[in-house]
DNA sequence: CGCCACATGTAAAAAGTTACATGATTAG
DNA sequence: CTAATCATGTAACTTTTTACATGTGGCG
C-alpha cells in the first residue's frame, strides 16, 4: 500500500524520501501514515524493482540528497492499481474500541477520564481539519492549474475525515453520558 | 494487540482457538480481526509467557481440540493493559481514501463504480449492525447476568459501528453526487 | 461425489514499528 | 547552550497476511 502512495506523489513530481515524509504527515497520513524507516527502505525496493530511479545530490553543508523519479513502469503500476476496483470495505482496527469491549471490569472513572481525553484529541483533528478545508477555498485561486482536478479528490477525502470526526466525537459524548449514569 | 483480545475473551471462558476465532469474527472482528494463523501461534507464545495453560482434549472422530485457559498472570497483564490510558488517537488505514486521493486521473466512471459498489457493502454492513442491535434488545431478558455489564460496552461498540456506518454511507452518497457533475 | 464444518497447525513472506546512528546548521 | 531541522539510513523486532497441509463426518 505505501508503495502506491509514494508513487502517487512521484507521479506529481520527483521528490527524496524526506520530502515523501513531510508531503504525507501532511495529507494521506491521516488514512495511512508510515515511518520514514519504511519510506526509505520501500524506495530503495521499488528502485530496484524499477519503478522509480534516483540522483544522489550533494547537498552543501548539509547531508546529500537522494531524489526519486518515477519511471514509465512505475506509471503503469499505479494505473494498474487504480484502475483495479476495490470489492471489500477496507478492515478497521481501533485499539479504543478493543479496550471499551473489554472495559466491564475497569474502574468508570478511569474509563470516563480515558473517553474524555479521546473527545479532547478528536475535537483538535476536527479543528484541524477544518483549518485545512480552509486554507483550501482560500488559497483557491493561486492553485496550479494541473491539480485542480487533483484537489476535488483530495477534498473529498478531507470529508471523510471530518465526518468520522464529527461522528466520532458525537458517539464519545453520547457514551460518556451512559457510562456516566451507568 | 490480539494478545489482549485473546486474553479479554478467555477471561470469560476457557477456549479452544477455533472458538475464539468464531467468537472474535462476531464481535471484535468489526474493528479488530485477526486470521486463525495468528490466533494460533499467538496462543502458543502466550502458553510460553505463562498467561494461559492449555489442555489438549481428544475428539473422537473429530480433531483434537486445545483448551486454553487463562492464568492469574494472564488475568493481570489484561487488568495492566486496561488500566492505561490511551492518550493518541488511534491511527486509520484507509485503502479506499487512498485510492480516491488519487483518482484525478482515472476515468470518474470507474471511480463511480466503485464507490457504487462500496456504498453497498456498507448499506449491507450497518443492515449487520442494526440486527445484531436488535437482537440484543430481544435477548435481553435471557442474558446471564454476570454479563450484564460487559453487554453495555459491547453495545457502545456496536453504536459506534453504526455511526461510522452511516457516516460513511452519507459521504459515499455525497461524494457519488458531486463527481456525477464533476 | 464434492463441499462444508470441524480443528489444528507450520512456513514464509510482507508490512509495519522501534531503536540506533550520524552530523551540520540555525533559531531561541 | 540546547533543541530543532535537515537528510539519510540500518537493524532488530513485532505483527500480520498468505499459503500450505491434514483428515473425518455429514449433507445434498
Known sequence: MIKFILLGFLNYQPMTGYDLKQTIDESTAHFWHAHHSQIYTTLRQMDQEGLVTSVQVPGEGLPDRRIYTITPAGKQALQTWLNQTQTEVSPIKEE?????????????????????????????????????????????????????????????????????EEAYIAWLEDSIRKIEVL
Chains 1, 2 share one sequence.
Not at 116 to 129: F, I, N, P, V
Not at 134 to 157: C, G, Y
Open 96 to 164: 479504543l474500541l478493543v479496550r471499551l469491549f473489554f472495559s466491564a471490569q475497569r474502574d468508570p472513572q478511569q474509563v470516563l477520564t480515558e473517553l474524555r481525553l479521546q473527545c479532547e484529541l478528536h475535537r483538535e483533528k476536527l479543528a484541524a481539519y477544518r483549518r485545512i478545508a480552509e486554507e483550501m477555498v482560500n488559497h483557491h485561486a493561486q492553485a496550479i492549474p494541473s491539480l485542480q482536478r487533483d484537489k476535488h479528490f483530495w477534498r473529498l477525502t478531507l470529508e471523510m475525515g471530518m465526518r468520522y
